[in-house]
């Protein structure tokens, strides 16, 4: 059974950064393009950041450009979102995806909370 399974969220101040993780088992993951959700209090869920699966082309939501750093280790079926000058604006749960032309698979997510 597909599992992906996020971490590295938690609380931390203005300005402070994170590096969130997601390991995927039981994927064929070098074949998915992975992607990081936000879903913050009273709203769906945003696309944040995405990676492909060979050539990792990388895209970011515009709120996020020069702060965070989507990447991945398809060695160790993980991929990563480093978070860098955080804002309060940032806060919510972070959910990974793994996505391919013929399936996709959530993660549970992480909570993030940027908060002094």
């Known amino acids: 059974q597909v599992k992906l399974v996020e971490s590295g969220g938690g609380l931390v101040p203005p300005g402070g950064s994170l590096r969130l993780s997601c390991v995927a088992s039981?994927?064929?993951?070098?074949?998915?393009?992975m992607n990081w959700y936000r879903q913050s209090p009273g709203r769906g869920r945003m696309l944040v950041a995405s990676?492909?699966?060979?050539?990792?082309?990388?895209t970011y939501e515009d709120s996020v450009k020069g702060r965070f750093t989507i990447s991945r280790d398809n060695d160790n079926n993980t991929v990563f979102l480093q978070m860098n000058s955080l804002k309060t604006e940032d806060t919510g749960v972070y959910y990974c995806?793994?996505?391919?032309?013929?399936?996709?698979?959530w993660g549970q997510g992480t909570q993030v909370t940027v908060s002094s």
């Open positions: 039981d994927l064929s993951f070098s074949t998915y393009g």
């Open positions: 990676i492909g699966d060979s050539n990792s082309a990388t």
């Open positions: 995806q793994a996505v391919r032309w013929d399936s996709r698979y």
